[in-house]
Each structure stands twice: as C-alpha cells, then as structure tokens.
C-alpha cells in the first residue's frame, strides 16, 4: 500500500515568511497527527485530526500555526510568520480509526528558517 | 497529564551484547505499548508493540515486556548489531488515539 505522502521534503525561509508543508495520509486511515521534530529530540504532537474534526491542539502555537484537514483527508500545516525556532522536520502520521494503533509516518518536512 | 520517561537517555553496547531501554508512564488507561527506532534523518519506524492484554512479545532479536501494574514497559534487544545503533523512542498510547511519546534512547552499538 502506498505510504504517508508529505511535500515538500525540504524549505528553507527567511524569518517572518509563511510556509505551508502538506500531507496525503495512507486510504482509510482516519487519524492524522502532526509533529514538530527538533533536531535531537523526540517528536511533539502539533495538532491531531480525527476524520476532519481536531482532537487535539493544545501544543499548536496558534498565533502563528494553523491547520486543516479538509474532508477529512489531505491536510495542510502553516506557519505565519516563522521564526527561528521553528526550524525543526515536521512530520504527518496517520493511523487506523478504532483504537490507538501504528502511526506511520511520512518522510517528513525539513525546515530552515533563516 | 501524561507523563512518559526513558531510561537511560545513552545507551552504549558491545556488537554480540544485549541492550535494554525502559519506558515508564503514568496514564493507567494507556492500552497501548509501541517502540520506534529512528535513525539519523529518516522517519520513525514501529519496530514491536504490545496491548495491555499481554505480557511479552517476542520478534527475532527483539522483545517487548510489559509490567501494568508498576506502569513501565521495556525494549530488550538481543546480539546487538551495528545496525540497530539509533535513537528509539516508547509512545504508549490510550485514550483519544494518542501517542505520547518519550524523550528517546540513543543506543551506540561499538564495534
């Protein structure tokens, strides 16, 4: 089956410009999560969708992060404006609906901002 | 909320030796028990999980044991090889489909 589809793979920004990265979850899987992985460390939850309806996003910095999911498929993460700290690969990850299970992961966005 | 820890956060074996990292949470209603191994710029992977339904969990080289009642579950890898040197990361997960993760292991395996 085909995997989690992210593009682009790599974005480098200056400080203050938007970005938007997007993610194509495995067919059927109604769970998407996003996650911020900075460099050494594990990765932190950003939103999570279930279908197109958020389940969490309390770690989403909502003055400058949004997201969506429309129809409950594709989704779009984006930063406006960026700031330094925000480099970091952004990772999309879905998993069945049902219970908690395997979150497969795309190979991910790498950030630069500058 | 949730809390989750990994021990030790540096973990360095000889090639042929045997390697543990443990994982210790604090939701009781987590059902669900993961280990990812990721290694240097490239996406995490599932390499064994366990329910709260069993015990252990064996696949070749690697295991996964599972103690509910201290809440803590642990990565056993056997004759360790130089490709198993990465950073693995414990998410248990439970309720509202969520993983939270730990803070990694990075295993060294030395030749």
């Known amino acids: 089956e085909a995997g989690v589809a992210q593009s682009p793979r790599y974005k480098i920004i200056e400080k203050r410009q938007s970005v938007a990265f997007w993610c194509n979850p495995i067919?059927?899987?109604?769970?998407l999560y996003w996650y911020q992985q900075i460099l050494g460390q594990g990765p932190k939850l950003l939103i999570q969708f279930q279908n197109n309806g958020v389940v969490d996003d309390s770690q989403l910095p909502k003055d400058r992060f949004s997201a969506e999911r429309l129809k409950g498929v594709d989704s779009t993460l984006k930063i406006q404006p960026a700031k330094l700290e925000d480099s970091a690969v952004y990772l999309c990850?879905?998993?069945?609906?049902?219970?908690?299970?395997?979150?497969?992961f795309g190979q991910g966005t790498r950030l630069t901002v500058v | 909320g949730e809390n989750v820890e990994q021990h030790p956060s540096t973990l360095s074996v000889q090639e042929g030796d045997s390697a543990v990292i443990k994982c210790t949470y604090s939701d009781s209603a987590s059902n669900y028990f993961p280990w990812y191994k990721q290694e240097l710029g490239k996406r995490p992977q599932l390499i064994i999980d366990?329910?709260?339904n069993v015990g252990e969990k064996k696949d070749q080289r690697i295991a996964v044991t599972l103690n509910k009642t201290a809440k803590h579950f642990s990565l056993h890898i056997t004759e360790t090889q130089p490709e198993d040197s990465a950073v693995y990361f414990c998410a248990p997960g439970g309720s509202n489909y969520q993983l939270i993760w730990g803070a990694g292991t990075k295993l060294i395996i030395k030749p």
């Open positions: 990850a879905s998993s069945l609906m049902g219970q908690v299970d395997e979150a497969f």
């Open positions: 067919s059927g899987h109604a769970t």
């Open positions: 366990i329910r709260s």
